[in-house]
């Protein structure tokens, strides 16, 4: 049961443009949300996240969007850039929990910013 | 040296064959992750240690797996009687006593031939 899901394999988009990556979970426990980015060979890179009391957070180039009701949040990078072309990652958690810091991980999107 | 350090970076062993994996993470963080990425997939859970508590081995695919921590700090997963679906990017993570920002390493890469 893949209880966070990120449908698109990839995207392409033109330096400048905006980048919207999404994400979808099925888990209604899930109450914290991260974007990880990463490059070949290297290990996941932290982004940004968002807790379920905001529905938006944003930081420099990259704004992150929660839609409870919805069961999805998007990554939004404006302008996008040539070395933005990574894969990122959509992961969740429950902090209430047990599951502290346990996240749950989509299956990636590569995206690839052309110039 | 500041972030998650793992080794050996990339292993290369024969199918039932006995493998461990070092991860090393970032000075004062409490808790521990092992997380996997197998070709064209997600990162899986594996097993997370927090502090003193009892681990979290949810995760892991069968017995053949198995982890510890010694000292709070440094762990070693290990593999044993490896099969071909096991090789994969075996990452470990660490993170604060609080927040829930967790730090990657560079992974180690696992290939049972």
């Known amino acids: 049961d893949q209880q966070v899901k990120q449908n698109s394999p990839s995207l392409s988009v033109q330096e400048g443009r905006i980048s919207i990556l999404n994400c979808d979970y099925t888990n209604s426990m899930f109450d914290y949300f991260l974007w990880y980015k990463k490059y070949p060979a290297e290990g996941p890179t932290f982004l940004i996240s968002i807790s379920s009391i905001k529905d938006k957070n944003e930081d420099g180039r990259f704004t992150v969007f929660l839609n409870k009701s919805a069961k999805h949040l998007s990554l939004h990078i404006v302008p996008s850039q040539p070395g933005d072309s990574a894969v990122y990652f959509c992961?969740?958690?429950?902090?209430?929990?047990?599951?502290?810091?346990?996240?749950?991980f989509g299956q990636g999107t590569i995206l690839t910013v052309h110039p | 040296g500041a972030g998650v350090s793992q080794s050996p970076s990339n292993k290369v062993t024969e199918k039932g064959k006995d493998v461990e994996l070092r991860c090393d993470p970032i000075?004062?963080?409490?808790?521990l992750y092992w997380y996997r990425q197998s070709l064209g997939q997600g990162l899986e859970f594996l097993i997370y240690?927090?502090?003193?508590?009892?681990?979290?081995k949810s995760g892991l695919p069968s017995d053949r797996f198995s982890a510890e921590r010694t000292g709070g700090s440094v762990s070693t997963l290990t593999i044993q009687r490896t099969q071909q679906e096991d090789s994969a990017v075996y990452l470990c993570?660490?993170?604060?006593?609080?927040?829930?920002?967790?730090?990657f390493g560079e992974g180690s890469w696992l290939t049972v031939v």
């Open positions: 000075s004062g963080h409490t808790a």
């Open positions: 240690f927090q502090g003193n508590s009892a681990p979290d």
């Open positions: 992961a969740a958690s429950a902090i209430g929990g047990t599951s502290y810091g346990k996240l749950t």
């Open positions: 993570a660490s993170s604060p006593e609080t927040g829930n920002t967790i730090y």
